[in-house]
C-alpha cells in the first residue's frame, strides 16, 4: 500500500513543479518530470505495439517473454512517478532552504501572502512557493538566477 501511497505523492509533485528552463540547472526534476510525461504518455502504446508485433511475427509461445516485456516497458514511468514521491517529502538542503527564503521575501514584498520556510521543509512545499512564485514575479526576478 505503501507504493500507492508514493506513486500518489509524486504525481501531485509533478502537477505542482513549474517547468521552467531556469530551474532546470538547478533541480533535476524538470527533466524527470518531462520524461515521466512523456513515458506515461507513449509507453503504453510502444508496449501494446512491441506486444502484438511479436505475437504476430512469432506467434503465442512466446507470450510469456513479450508480457515480461510489455510489462517492464509500462513500469519505466512508474519508476519516474516513484522518484518524484520520494524527493517531494526529502528535507531541503540549507542553501536551498535559504534560496527558497529569498523567493519568500521577494512574494512578500509583492504583496502576496506565503507560509514561512520552517527548517524542516520539504521539496514539496518549495513546489507550492515556487509554482506562486512564476505566477505572481516579474521575468526580471527570474533573470536574476
Known amino acids: 500500500m505503501q507504493i500507492f501511497v508514493r506513486l500518489k505523492s509524486g ?4 502537477s505542482r513543479w513549474p517547468i521552467n528552463p531556469m530551474l532546470a540547472n538547478r533541480f533535476p526534476e524538470v527533466r524527470v518530470i ?3 510525461r512523456f513515458g506515461l ?6 508496449a501494446m505495439v512491441g ?3 511479436q505475437l504476430k511475427l512469432v506467434g503465442y509461445e512466446i507470450l510469456p517473454m513479450a508480457l515480461a ?3 517492464l516497458i509500462v513500469s519505466l514511468p512508474l519508476q519516474g512517478l ?3 514521491g520520494w524527493r517531494s517529502v526529502q528535507p531541503l538542503p540549507l542553501p536551498t532552504l535559504n534560496w527558497c527564503k529569498e523567493v519568500r521575501a521577494r512574494l512578500v ?4 501572502e506565503v507560509a514561512p520556510m520552517v527548517p524542516q521543509s520539504q521539496y514539496q512545499h518549495m513546489a507550492c512557493l515556487l509554482e506562486r512564485a512564476f505566477r505572481r514575479l516579474d521575468d526580471a526576478f527570474w533573470r536574476e538566477l
Open 69 to 71: 516485456q510489455a510489462l
Open 51 to 53: 506486444l502484438s508485433v
Open 11 to 14: 504525481y501531485r509533485y509533478m
Open 82 to 84: 516513484y522518484w518524484l
Open 41 to 46: 504518455t507513449w509507453l503504453p502504446v510502444v
Open 34 to 36: 518531462k520524461a515521466t
Open 109 to 112: 514584498e509583492a504583496g502576496c
